[in-house]
């Protein structure tokens, strides 16, 4: 099982931490990644990590400025995300999948959480 959390309204350049809690008992063989769908869109990859070895993959839409980490005693994966604009509007998805790597491509993720919605305006 799969929750997101933490979406909400932002303001342009503000920052807002999603949380993305996995129902496993470590994530240290999963590949976690974030995806986006903006209104009317489709759904895409933009931040994956594979913790089997660290490696992650930032989509240059998001690459410094949104940082993936985890709290390894509650199996929860973060989505920072700082200067925030309107593009990054979207309903936000955490995935989970054991042989992903840090590929961030959507049909190689097999759990997904119900989404969390982000809206970016003034």
């Known amino acids: 099982q799969i929750a997101e959390s933490g979406g909400g309204l932002v303001q342009p350049g503000g920052s807002l931490r999603l949380s993305c809690e996995v129902s496993?008992?470590?994530?240290?063989?999963?590949?976690i990644g974030w995806f986006r769908q903006p209104p009317g869109k489709e759904r895409w990859g933009i931040a994956c990590?594979?913790?089997?070895?660290?490696?992650?993959y930032y989509h240059d839409f998001v690459k410094g400025r949104f940082t993936v980490s985890r709290d390894n005693a509650k199996s929860t994966v973060y989505l920072q995300m700082n200067s925030l604009n309107a593009e990054d509007t979207a309903t936000y998805y955490c995935?989970?999948?054991?042989?992903?790597?840090?590929?961030?491509?959507?049909?190689?993720?097999?759990?997904w959480g119900q989404g969390t919605q982000v809206t970016v305006s003034s």
């Open positions: 990590i594979d913790f089997r070895d660290g490696e992650t």
């Open positions: 995935a989970a999948d054991l042989a992903a790597g840090r590929r961030c491509a959507e049909d190689l993720y097999d759990f």
């Open positions: 496993v008992d470590t994530l240290d063989f999963w590949s």
